[in-house]
């Protein structure tokens, strides 16, 4: 099931004479993590920006699933909300005057005559706000400036501020840029949350381990250009072979690749594939001095995908 289909979108800055999204069609799968990398410049923040329907005059489709309402902005409305990289809350008020000046924004207009209602909707109110302080383990600082909160806080006061919307969507632009790894650690656990909570996310980082734990899929971008890989595909075993001495390419299998006179790679789409490649090099007359095996790391794949955007 996917939450969001882009269709050749492509987006060019007026004051700029090169694209900055260049023809991107991807899907984006529901309740999953789906992480954007790629170097500064390669079109992440245009992208996300185009997606949480701030871009004027794109080219191409974006749809989200289902889609809200008659068009992008509609939709956006009633199912995304964003984490973005800069601090988005009022300095000099609390976090619960924050969270709660936030949620009156995300409020129904009420008529005058609907007073039973409209007390109704701030105790429910109250307790979503209670359950957001608790989720993004602000209790102890609720009643504190944000202001005067660390950069670990801050960064989780962002998130908990686009909780109030209960989003179905959630974008995150680098949410743990600049944070001690405690605070890290806990942004990291809330995405997992999320995740089961069947959230769909997009999150952006610099950090690929972050990346590597807890992504689904991955779009690496580069230059306007998008790849897209699905991180839960067994297409991400890759064996290493050292022989003890030169072999005569001849007599191995097609798809190992030689990387010198003694040592060789190979590409498996799946466990299968690399049990008969250990059968076969158990039965072969070969001497081996080394052999290992390893999932694709986000790292590889990134320096990978970048090489492939390049050409």
Known sequence: MNAIKINQLSYKYSNNDYYSLADISLNIKAHACTGIIGPN????STFISALCGLLDD?????EYQPMVGSNLLDAVKAQVALVPQEYAFYPQLTVKQNLNYFISLCAKNKSSGQISEQSSEQKSDK???NDIIEQCVLTTVANSRASKLSGGYKRRLNIAIALVKQPTVLFLDEPTVGIDPESRA????LLEQFKRQGKTLLFTSHMLDEV????????VLREGKAVFNEQNSQENLLLTITFAQGVETKTLPEQY??????????KLNSAV???EQLMWLANSAMTITNLNYSANSVDRLYQ?????LKT
């Open 41 to 44: 410049g390669a079109g992440k």
């Open 58 to 62: 794109y080219q191409g489709t974006i």
């Open 212 to 219: 590597e734990k807890i992504c689904d899929d991955v779009i």
């Open 186 to 189: 806990i942004i990291i656990n």
């Open 273 to 275: 594939e690399l049990n």
């Open 127 to 129: 307790a979503l706000i």
């Open 304 to 308: 990978g995908k970048q090489a492939e």
């Open 257 to 266: 690749q030689q990387l010198s006179q003694q040592h060789f790679q190979v």
